[in-house]
């Protein structure tokens, strides 16, 4: 059956109509007002894709893409997009198409306006809800127009977004096809979005959003909508919140699409919904979550006086994944929290498509609203942060599904940071501070921190943060990266420096960061880990295109010491070294640790190479390599016999030893990088005992001891030298260690002698 209406539908033909069709047969069946309307369905979009040999097409093109590389994404769906828009509608489909919209002119004795919605047949699911992934097309009119909308709505099944989406999901692209709802379009003088229950998780209240002209602007998050929380029961409006509407989405004057207006100053900060409406809104909410018996999120509008339903769904994100405790510091600014938890690191402002790749695995995602292509680099970042937008918005919904922090509608905040600044957001109170914040431990121990035998030292990227961090009990900074600086603050290529001739800008902004760390921190050794970027890194920085060669695989390809002594980079290599050995002017605390030494022969070169600079290992100087490879366990004695200790980065090493890419959000999803696992805590021993044998020491500086109090203890009982964490757990892993060396320092008695 090529078109089926509204009145036929029940929201078990998912299958048949995708969600939306699905939900909108179920409300008009059940009473509600929905407008009228048909659904074009996915028997249809089967028909035309494979009677037009499109669908072979597309899954060449889908397999084996990785849909975490931005590019590549964006070109496989570009290249879906020609193939679907240039192969033309059979006749008979066409012919039904135009004879269903025909009927629904005749209903209503004149010329009308539709809407055409995408409704993808595994769409709004419960747990697999993911908003704006396919296209919509307004204030549609005329036969024509209808029909390349439709086509439009079919090629949009392979969005960058939706691709991404459903591989992250396990839906197979051939098996998902799109139905189009054809909706009778609503003139909207006020419009917007219902969650039944509050998103942060509170199911006694519900959340409305409004705005002037078409909830489109809502959903996009390009407006700042008017909040109101409600009570359930009994009804009552708990608080409302204005927000500030510039303009408003309209019908285009010209009679096809829509077109953004200009609201008036004065009008501009006006309750959009009255008290009465908002009352009259969430008592029809209600009904349609008893209806379903599940929490909804709804589009609404109002036309003329009367409410419409345009929409309701499952919401999927009920559960808050905030992370528990607290941050304070110097406030940047504030909006609406819209997935709770705390995140900070670096800024990435993202203000249209070609930005995306620049956001990087735990950046900030900033942007003035977001867009449903977006979602991939919002997989990526540690939190999101909005001018625009509110609680039931794109980039919230979204957010929650990733369990993301996200803060809306903050009004400025693309305008108060630019890339490479450095803040801390806790969306549980929609709060945005500036610099990278420790979280504060919400129940902090009584009594003063234990001395330990092992050492502990302190994780620090952020040079800004030492005077700070310097007050806390650590015995020194076990791993100092170096890239942080060149990241934040030098930001350029090193190879663009030198090619312009301003290599003293690379090594005295170099020299200051680490100055600033070594000075703060003093007596305290300081271990600085020279330059670890991976090419695909490299490439981000200003000018990195140039230098950087594309790899496939970088975590295992051109980074760490195989840089420092090849032709291409050497030059900026012995940068770094100027750097260190200026600060070594008046910081003697400071140490070196060389990253990702793959060869004995390898370790030889780059140790000639910083001698030749001036940087010779001695009783002045110390020199450790990170132990992150499994030749580094294999070989562990021979490697001590050229450094003074190892420091294991437990990240790479877990990685290399159980071949799992700690990127990989599939593999993460499985569980299977685990510091724990026996074979990596196996290659761990293996590296405590060479380092032993050969009368040197060993750390250990990845994030497993943050995470895992009893992967410390397990340390401990190895025979570790220290220990290197986040500063946010500096005391308790002292109390950690302190108590686990107390119980192997108990006497006990064994064959009637003590011991």
């Not at 942060?385 to 809306?408: K, W």
């Not at 001590?640 to 420091?647: K, P, W």
């Not at 071949?659 to 293996?686: H, I, N, T, W």
């Not at 380092?691 to 570790?720: D, M, R, W």
């Amino acid at each position: 059956m090529p078109i089926a209406w509204f009145n036929e539908l029940s929201k078990t033909d998912i299958p048949k109509v995708g969600g939306k069709g699905a939900n909108l047969g179920e409300m008009t069946k059940a009473g509600f007002p929905v407008p009228t309307g048909f659904v074009v369905t996915a028997d249809t979009y089967f028909s035309y894709v494979k009677r037009m040999g499109i669908q072979s097409r597309i899954m060449d093109i889908v397999q084996n893409l990785d849909v975490n590389d931005t590019a590549e994404l964006q070109e496989a769906s570009k290249r879906i997009s020609e193939i679907m828009v240039s192969v033309p509608m059979p006749p008979d489909i066409t012919d039904e198409i135009v004879e269903a919209y025909r009927k629904l002119q005749k209903m209503r004795g004149e010329q009308i306006y539709v809407a055409a919605r995408s409704s993808a047949t595994a769409e709004d699911l419960p747990e697999a809800s993911f908003a704006g992934q396919q296209a919509t097309f307004l204030d549609v009119q005329g036969e024509m127009e209808l029909i390349k909308a439709v086509r439009k709505c079919w090629a949009s099944l392979y969005t960058p977004r939706a691709i991404f989406y459903r591989e992250q999901q396990g839906f197979p692209h051939d098996k998902v096809a799109i139905a189009v709802v054809v909706q009778e379009m609503i003139k909207s003088e006020v419009a917007g979005v219902m969650f039944t229950s509050e998103p942060t998780g509170d199911r006694t209240r519900l959340v409305i959003e409004a705005a002037y002209g078409l909830g489109e602007a809502v959903v996009s998050g390009s407006v700042t909508p008017d909040t109101y929380k409600i009570q359930k029961e009994p009804l009552k409006i708990l608080s409302k919140k204005l927000g500030k509407q510039h303009f408003k989405i309209v019908r285009s004057e010209r009679g096809l699409g829509t077109t953004h207006v200009d609201i008036p100053p004065l009008e501009q900060n006006t309750q959009k919904l009255s008290d009465e409406r908002v009352l009259e809104l969430s008592e029809m909410g209600n009904k349609i979550e008893a209806h379903y018996e599940f929490p909804q999120d709804i589009e609404w509008a109002l036309q003329e006086g009367e409410l419409f339903i345009l929409q309701s769904r499952a919401i999927t994100t009920l559960e808050s994944k905030a992370e528990e405790g607290e941050v304070s510091g110097e406030l940047l600014t504030k909006g609406m929290g819209a997935s709770p938890g705390i995140g900070a690191g670096i800024v990435k402002i993202v203000m249209d498509m070609e930005d995306l790749p620049k956001v990087q695995q735990g950046d900030m995602l900033i942007t003035k609203m977001t867009n449903p292509d977006m979602v991939p680099a919002m997989k990526r970042a540690a939190a999101i942060v909005t001018d625009d937008g509110g609680i039931t918005c794109h980039a919230a919904i979204v957010s929650r599904e990733l369990g993301i922090p996200c803060i809306v509608g903050t009004e400025n905040i693309t305008q108060l940071v630019k890339d490479g600044d450095e803040i801390t957001v806790d969306a549980s109170k929609g709060l945005v501070y500036k610099g990278r914040l420790a979280l504060k431990e919400e129940k902090e121990e009584e009594g003063s921190v234990p001395d330990t035998r092992i050492k502990v030292y302190m994780n620090l990227g952020v040079p800004e943060k030492a005077e700070e961090y310097s007050t806390l009990p650590a015995d020194g900074v076990g791993l100092m990266r170096e890239e942080f600086i060149i990241a934040t603050h030098i930001k350029d290529h090193p190879l663009k420096l030198i090619k312009e001739g301003r290599e003293d800008v690379f090594v005295s902004k170099l020299a200051e960061g680490v100055a600033t760390v070594a000075k703060a921190f003093a007596p305290r050794p300081v271990v600085l880990r020279l330059s670890d970027f991976k090419t695909n890194e490299y490439k981000d920085l200003v000018g990195g295109q140039e230098f950087e060669p594309k790899e496939d695989n970088p975590m295992i390809g051109w980074r760490g010491c195989s840089r420092y002594y090849s032709p291409e980079y050497e030059k900026a290599f012995k940068l770094e070294l100027k750097a260190v050995r200026k600060v070594r002017e008046q910081h003697k605390n400071l140490w070196l640790m060389l990253p990702f030494v793959r060869t004995l022969e390898e370790a030889k070169k780059v140790i000639e190479l910083m001698k030749a600079e001036g940087l010779e290992r001695g009783p002045d100087l110390k020199l450790w390599f990170m132990a992150e490879i499994p030749s580094n366990a294999l070989l562990a004695e021979e490697f001590a016999e050229l450094c003074d200790g190892f420091s294991i980065g437990s990240n790479d090493l877990t990685q290399l030893v159980l071949g799992v890419d700690r990127d990989s959000e599939v593999l993460g999803k499985m569980q299977l990088f685990d510091e724990r696992d026996e074979a990596v805590k196996k290659a761990v021993r293996m590296i405590i005992d060479g380092a032993h044998k050969k009368g040197k020491t060993c750390s250990l500086c990845g994030q497993a001891p943050s995470n895992y109090p009893e992967f410390t203890e397990f340390l401990v009982e190895a025979g570790i030298d220290s220990i290197s964490v986040n500063p946010d757990v500096v005391k308790k892993t002292k109390r950690i260690v302190a108590e686990k060396e107390k119980i192997a320092k108990q006497p006990f008695t064994l064959f009637g002698f003590k011991f």
